[in-house]
């Protein structure tokens, strides 16, 4: 027969032997949840939304689930750059010793043209290019200014004026929930600045 004492160690004894096992539980299962968790942080999208992942990921740790990036994405695939001449002019400097200081007020057009479905799209051409628009998007302007050029004694020179220009192809992608929706090619043209010119003739 057990006496109350005796009870008493046993019941004690009970008690811290349940406490151990449960605190070995907790710890392993608190060290599974963080491994879980180390294995599941990944890369944000764009938008800057965090992923969440599949509960079955494969050899690289993550695998991003069917909620992850919405919207626009851009890749280049060729670039250029170009003149657009709008004002020529010949200028002849018949002295023999003295140059010829000739000045001209002239016209440009800037713009900025595009077949992006987004002006995320066209910003990503921009920024892949890193050359600035003049202007906005669609928008066309014609500008003017006062140009001076120097003809050197007994020669003849083309005066030339307009604008600098860039062309590019590529493609945008449009995705929903991390599924592709769209994908289609698209072209874009903007001026970034003026240009003169002048060559003997």
Same mark, same amino acid.
């Given at each position: ?5 005796n009870f008493k160690k046993m019941s004690v004894a ?25 294995k599941m942080s990944g890369p944000h999208y764009g ?65 900025? +043209?595009? +077949? ?86």
């Open positions: 027969m057990i006496s109350k004492g009970f008690v811290l032997t349940a406490s151990v096992f449960m605190g070995i539980g907790n710890g392993q299962a608190l060290a599974d949840t963080y491994q879980e968790t180390a938008n800057d939304t965090v992923l969440k992942y599949l509960p079955t990921l494969p050899d690289d740790g993550y695998r991003p689930a069917e909620e992850a990036y919405t919207g626009w994405e851009y890749e280049k695939v060729t670039k250029s750059k170009h003149k657009k001449t709008y004002w020529d002019h010949e200028a002849d400097n018949t002295k023999n010793k003295e140059k010829r200081t000739v000045s001209m007020s002239v016209e440009r057009s800037k713009y900025t +043209s595009s +077949s992006a479905s987004s002006t995320g799209s066209l910003k990503a051409a921009v920024a892949e290019i890193a050359i600035h628009y003049e202007t906005g998007w669609g928008k066309t302007k014609r500008v003017s200014t006062t140009c001076t050029y120097t003809i050197p004694a007994k020669q003849k020179h083309l005066l030339k004026f307009g604008s600098k220009y860039v062309k590019s192809a590529g493609y945008e992608r449009y995705y929903n929930m991390g599924k592709l929706k769209k994908k289609r090619s698209i072209h874009n043209k903007w001026t970034y600045r003026e240009y003169s010119a002048q060559e003997p003739i």
